[in-house]
C-alpha cells in the first residue's frame, strides 16, 4: 500500500460521511470498514455518531482517510463512485459554505477572486498541493492541483464536484465541471474545467 503523505481537513468529510450514512444507511459503513486496521488519527471514528464523530476543525492524516474513501469504493464500479461522490460533495459543500464556513465565499466570491485566492480556500481543506485557477475566457475556469501527496481518486472527484457548487454560490447559473486530466493518469497535475452561461 502507497503511504500518502499530508493531513486532511475534516470540515467537507464530517458533512460527506454524513451525507452517506443518511443515504445508504447506518450499517453500510461499519460493514465495509470490518476488518480495516486502526485509522490511528481518527481515535473518535464512531460510524455511529453525527459525521462519524469526526470534527470539522480536526485535521486527519491522508493514509486514514485514504483507508475510508477505499472502503466506500469497495465492491462499487467506478462509474457508480464517481456518482456518489459528485451528489455527495455537492451535498456536504452546499452545508460546508452556507452554513458555519460562509464567509468563504467572500474571499472566493467570483472567478477573479478565485483565479486570486484558490490557494487560500485549498489550504482549508489540505495541508500540501498547489493550486493555479485560470480565467479562460468569460464563461471558463481552469483549475490545475499540483504536488498534492495525500491525492486520492475519490478526492479529486470531490474537489472536481465542489466547484460545481463554488461556482453556483458566485451567482453564475449552468454551471457544469468537467476532469481534464488527473495525475493517476501520468498527467502531471490534475486539471478540471469550470463552465457556466
Ligand atoms: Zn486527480
Known amino acids: 500500500m502507497d503511504l500518502a ?5 475534516g470540515a467537507a468529510l464530517r458533512e ?4 452517506y450514512r443518511a443515504t445508504f444507511g447506518e450499517g453500510d459503513l461499519p460493514h465495509r ?3 480495516a486496521p486502526t485509522l490511528r488519527s481518527l481515535p473518535n471514528l464512531d460510524l ?7 470534527l470539522a476543525s480536526g485535521w486527519y492524516d491522508a493514509d486514514d482517510i485514504h483507508l475510508l474513501l477505499d472502503a466506500i469504493g469497495r465492491d462499487r464500479t467506478e462509474t457508480e463512485v464517481r456518482k456518489l461522490v459528485t451528489v455527495g460533495s455537492q451535498a456536504a459543500v452546499t452545508r460546508t459554505l452556507t452554513g458555519l464556513h460562509r464567509t468563504v465565499m ?3 466570491g467570483s472567478p477573479k477572486l478565485h483565479a486570486r485566492f484558490a490557494q487560500r480556500l485549498w489550504s482549508t481543506y489540505y495541508d500540501t498541493g498547489r493550486v493555479e ?3 479562460v475566457n468569460e464563461h471558463t475556469q481552469s483549475i490545475t492541483y499540483t504536488d498534492w501527496t495525500s491525492h486520492h481518486p475519490v478526492l479529486c472527484t470531490m474537489t472536481t464536484a465542489s466547484d460545481s457548487v463554488i461556482f453556483a ?3 453564475l447559473s449552468g454551471v457544469t465541471v468537467s476532469q481534464v486530466s488527473c495525475v493517476l493518469d501520468g498527467a502531471p497535475g490534475c486539471t478540471h474545467l469550470v463552465e457556466w452561461q
Not at 460527506?16 to 451525507?19: G, K
Open 16 to 19: 460527506f460521511l454524513e451525507w
Open 169 to 171: 454560490l458566485m451567482g
Open 33 to 35: 470498514l470490518a476488518g
Open 5 to 9: 503523505e499530508g493531513r486532511i481537513k
Open 106 to 108: 467572500r474571499v472566493v
Open 48 to 54: 455511529g455518531l453525527a459525521g462519524c464523530g469526526v
Open 133 to 135: 485557477s485560470v480565467c
